[in-house]
């Protein structure tokens, strides 16, 4: 896969991931009837959209070290909630593992020549 692939598959994780954050705190299945203030980590995931859609190299960086935190919830709801809180935080947890895994794919396959070529010899 080239690194063409791993930007348009973490570009559709990222934005299904915000929108999974915002539809599961505003209206599925919010902490608080009627909402919570919870949406504001699907909002958060809106920072790097752009560099993601970009292709920036530095975006996909900083994004793979803040995605563990979704990773984190995700797997911490998964196995402590019930019912359709667990659903939508096992599916929150595939997402972010998709986008984790594809970050570092990516920064891999754009990694400069040089550097590269430093690695191979070593």
Same mark, same amino acid.
């Given at each position: ?24 705190? @505003?209206? %599925?299945?919010?902490? +608080?009837?009627?909402?919570? =203030?919870?949406? *504001?980590?699907?909002?958060?995931? !809106? $920072?790097?959209?752009? @560099?993601? %859609?970009?292709?920036? +190299?530095?975006?996909?960086? =900083?994004?793979? *070290?803040?995605?563990?935190?979704? !990773? $984190? ?13 667990? =659903? ?35």
């Amino acid at each position: 896969m080239t690194a063409r692939h791993y930007q348009f598959i973490s570009s559709f994780c990222l934005i299904a991931l915000i929108f999974l954050c915002i539809a599961w705190e @505003g209206w %599925l299945s919010p902490l +608080r009837p009627g909402g919570s =203030w919870m949406t *504001l980590k699907g909002l958060l995931l !809106l $920072l790097p959209l752009f @560099g993601i %859609l970009r292709g920036r +190299r530095y975006t996909y960086k =900083w994004l793979s *070290l803040f995605i563990q935190f979704y !990773l $984190l919830e995700g797997l911490t709801r998964a196995t402590s909630d019930s019912g359709l809180n667990q =659903w939508l935080a096992i599916g929150e947890t595939i997402l972010a593992t998709v986008l984790f895994t594809t970050c570092v794919l990516y920064i891999r396959a754009t990694r400069p020549a040089a550097i590269e070529k430093a690695a191979q010899q070593s």
